[in-house]
């Protein structure tokens, strides 16, 4: 996104805790999951106005596009078993 890092004053994060599992691989995939479906970053900045509306513009990332299409691809799953 090419924003400097210097003008991140604060900031804050979240995501649910997932269930565990003895499988490192799996563990890792479940907090993946829950990062991507239900992760939250909160951002204060410092900079021109313009610069932040792009920051704003290019944050939505591409898990939630990967997120959106396991939901389709799982809800369609659903409806052809009722």
């Given at each position: 996104?090419?924003?400097?890092?210097?003008?991140?004053?604060?900031?804050?994060?979240?995501?649910?805790?997932?269930?565990?599992?003895?499988?490192?691989?799996?563990?890792?995939?479940?907090?993946?999951?829950?990062?991507?479906?239900?992760?939250?970053?909160?951002?204060?900045v410092k900079g021109s106005d313009?610069?932040?509306?792009?920051?704003?513009?290019?944050?939505?990332?591409?898990?939630?596009?990967?997120?959106?299409?396991?939901?389709?691809?799982?809800?369609?799953?659903?409806?052809?078993?009722?």
């Amino acid at each position: 996104m090419h924003f400097p890092l210097e003008n991140i004053i604060d900031g804050s994060g979240s995501a649910p805790i997932c269930p565990p599992h003895p499988n490192f691989v799996k563990a890792m995939g479940r907090t993946n999951d829950a990062i991507l479906f239900a992760g939250q970053v909160h951002l204060f900045v410092k900079g021109s106005d313009e610069a932040q509306k792009k920051l704003a513009r290019e944050m939505p990332a591409q898990p939630l596009k990967i997120m959106a299409s396991h939901l389709q691809k799982f809800l369609n799953n659903m409806i052809r078993l009722f």
